[in-house]
């Protein structure tokens, strides 16, 4: 977690428990392990730029605009379901703070375009000796 602290993140999330589907047996129907984290984004203090790439990065995951919600039911019980939710909410603000460099275009060099055509050509004598009858 480069880009943004931990202890940032952590500031700027709720969270609520609800019951769990799924695996688990009688345990799912009488314990409230799932977690949902939501991060407020407004209440994150970041800087302004990292906050409007986060807001154009992940707009389609954003709910009333501004809340970034992850649920957890993985695991049984709640605390590692808590922290396996803190770890995703930093892995998707990781991602989306990502910028690829810029890429450079180049251009080939003029004995590469050479050895390139001298290939061709001596494939396609190749291949036209094959198709001439004696």
Request: hydrophobic share 35%; charged share 35%; glycine share 2%.
């Amino acid at each position: 977690m480069a880009q943004i602290a931990l202890e940032t993140i952590l500031d700027a999330v709720e969270f609520s428990v609800t019951r769990s589907s799924g695996a688990g047996g009688q345990h799912v129907n009488k314990t409230n392990s799932a977690v949902i984290a939501s991060l407020d984004l407004l209440k994150l203090k970041i800087a302004d730029d990292k906050k409007s790439l986060l807001f154009k990065n992940l707009a389609h995951r954003l709910a009333q605009g501004h809340i970034l919600s992850v649920r957890c039911e993985d695991q049984r019980d709640q605390k590692s379901n808590k922290d396996k939710a803190i770890d995703n909410l930093a892995f998707i603000l990781e991602k989306a703070l990502y910028v690829p460099k810029k890429r450079v275009k180049t251009k080939p060099t003029k004995s590469s375009v050479k050895r390139r055509l001298e290939s061709k050509s001596q494939k396609s004598d190749i291949k036209k000796l094959r198709r001439e009858k004696f």
